[in-house]
């Protein structure tokens, strides 16, 4: 926004973001990009810091950001404590249920938006918008009577109750659909003028295509999956089938005066979303603004 | 990268209308269609029924039968002397109060961020991954985290505060504005990058000659800002507003975790209070009905704000 400061000589060649700028306003902004930074990263790094604490050093005042005596008491308390705490099982059924999850929404979406995007069938538009339309209806109409149907299904305190039903969602059939129709057509007829069939076509051709795409909706799902709240909150009762989520909200009420415990809970829910994040970065930002610009 | 997706956009539209030529058996389609339809039916369009269903009954869980009420749980939260009622339009009250409050903030904010990243410079992919990490965290890991950070006693924000000589012992989390302040603060620093990440998709759609004519035409940052930048995101924006208010209606985990609905029920929202009624206390049939007085709200105000949309295309 600063790029006032035009030399009209040079404004045909250059693209205007890329012209010089004088040094100040360009200190002066990476200085507030800095600060932004700091914003966003400091709350992380406040939660790796107390959870290396002693559990009086987390509330003695003035906190510090460097742990006077690092420790990894908060983690040994974690992976000693008994059946009321398992965090480290709550760490497996999170990793069990989300890969799950992403796996059956991949697998349940994609060929479903193939059919949508590539073939003639009756009721095509109405299936479609139906599936859409369930886009824009807020989630809590759907609390209760999922429950009893997970219950009448005998899923209620069992993992399957955090796979299978949120790979109902519309997202992802709405999400590969659009991928597929940007699939050059050409590319397919000559497969089938080869006497391909739509089996070998949609495996052969368009799955290894589209690979960039299913990666993003895989490590979307995962990464909802492995967030999702309320729905375990309720759906799960027994200690030793909870997901990471709603073990933080038990270990936040079992340790109430242990900072350091609880925020090593939280770093070890964070840890394996924070290395998905770094390696799948890309992925991620594109997912979300496409369906952004998309939707 | 946004570029690729605005060609991927074009490519779409150009594919778009090749039409489908049939091939293979007529069942071929719902072969590839059944296993999805299956979760599809099942779980999101019998609930979606059902739950009407429910909300005519009085349905406990812990009850065998649950008989046909009628309109009786819809009826039950108009009656002034019912104390239920009063308790839901409280948590209504909350979810309007924070969708009020923190909607402006989440529109704006992530469009100052967007319109800075949107600038060539060297490490704006690493700063564009800073903002949006948050957003990976889920609200579990977020509101423990500033649970703690905000707690008023040996919260870290209230021990810099106070170093600081500016303030001591803000109630950030046990009493009213403050408890609101801190849910929104929360939620834009949670989700600011989500939003700045759709802005900068759209921003990277404005044509940088409609700039370079401005600027040559003698239009400062702000009016540029203003004539090009803004009508450019018109449909950006509109798209941005409405998941935002969605989102902010559906709000749960923060009040959950950072103030635990309080004080008193303050912040106790919606959803967290059709959760509690439905799943906590099993009174299926009221809370299946609460739910759909909530949609109801939500269907008047995505109308409501449609039409002054509209208003503002033409």
Do not use: C
């Amino acid at each position: 926004m600063a790029t006032t400061v035009a030399t009209p000589t040079s404004a045909p060649a250059v693209p205007p973001a890329r012209r010089r700028r004088p040094l100040g306003r360009s200190v002066g902004f990476y200085a507030g990009m800095v600060v932004l930074a700091v914003v966003f990263l400091a709350p992380l790094v406040w939660m790796l810091s107390t959870s290396l604490k002693t559990a009086s050093d987390a509330t003695d005042l003035p906190l510090t950001w460097i742990p006077e005596n690092p420790t990894t008491e908060a983690y040994s308390t974690i992976l000693q404590a008994g059946s009321d705490t398992p965090v480290l099982r709550w760490f497996l059924n999170s990793m069990v249920a989300a890969t799950a999850h992403a796996v059956l929404v991949v697998a349940t979406a994609a060929p479903a938006a193939y059919a949508m995007a590539r073939m003639q069938f009756r009721f095509k538009r109405s299936i479609l918008a139906a599936i859409i339309s369930t886009l824009f209806i807020p989630n809590i109409i759907f609390l209760t009577p999922t429950f009893l149907i997970v219950d009448r299904l005998g899923w209620i305190d069992t993992l399957i109750a955090l796979i299978v039903p949120g790979a109902a969602g519309a997202f992802g059939v709405f999400f590969l659909r659009q991928l597929f129709l940007a699939v050059p057509v050409e590319l397919e007829e000559a497969a089938y003028l080869d006497g391909a069939n739509r089996f070998v076509v949609f495996t052969r051709i368009v799955l290894p295509l589209s690979k960039p795409a299913l990666a993003t909706l895989a490590v979307l799902s995962f990464l909802s999956n492995w967030n999702e709240f309320l729905w375990p909150v309720y759906v799960i009762f027994t200690r030793t089938r909870e997901t990471l989520p709603p073990g933080l909200a038990t270990l936040q009420g079992a340790f109430t005066q242990n900072y350091p415990v609880v925020m090593a809970g939280a770093v070890i829910a964070s840890v394996p979303v924070l290395i998905l994040y770094v390696l799948a970065q890309r992925h991620i930002i594109e997912g979300v603004s496409q369906t952004g610009v998309k939707g | 990268m946004s570029v690729q997706t605005s060609s991927a956009t074009s490519r779409a539209a150009a594919a778009a209308p090749a039409r489908p030529v049939r091939r293979g058996a007529p069942w071929t389609p719902y072969a590839f269609l059944a296993p999805y339809l299956l979760l599809f039916v099942v779980f999101v369009a019998v609930p979606a029924v059902f739950g009407l269903w429910i909300s005519l009954h009085n349905w406990d869980y812990l009850i065998d039968n649950s008989p046909f009420v009628g309109l009786e749980n819809y009826t039950r939260l108009f009656d002034r002397d019912s104390l239920a009622a009063g308790d839901f339009w409280q948590s209504m009250r909350a979810t309007g109060i924070f969708t009020l409050y923190s909607v402006p903030p989440l529109v704006a904010i992530p469009l100052a961020v967007a319109v800075l990243l949107n600038r060539s410079f060297r490490g704006r992919t690493f700063f564009r991954a800073v903002f949006f990490a948050p957003y990976v965290l889920g609200i579990a890991v977020i509101g423990v985290l500033f649970g703690f950070i905000l707690d008023p006693n040996i919260g870290l924000l209230n021990d810099y505060l106070g170093r600081l000589g500016i303030a001591r012992n803000i109630p950030w989390t046990t009493s009213v504005p403050e408890a609101w302040i801190s849910l929104v603060s929360v939620t834009v620093w949670w989700t600011l990058g989500f939003n700045a990440v759709i802005y900068l998709a759209g921003l990277q759609d404005i044509p940088r000659e409609l700039y370079e004519a401005a600027s040559v035409d003698g239009a400062n940052s702000w009016q540029r800002f203003w004539h090009i930048t803004l009508p450019g995101l018109r449909r950006v924006l509109v798209f941005v507003i409405t998941i935002t208010v969605l989102a902010s209606a559906n709000m749960f985990g923060q009040s959950y975790l950072i103030t635990h609905g309080g004080p008193g029920s303050e912040t106790r929202v919606a959803i967290m209070f059709i959760a509690e009624e439905g799943l906590g206390n099993f009174r299926m049939g009221s809370a299946a009905a609460m739910s759909y007085v909530l949609m109801f709200f939500l269907v008047v105000l995505a109308t409501g704000m449609f039409a002054m949309f509209r208003r503002w295309e033409d």
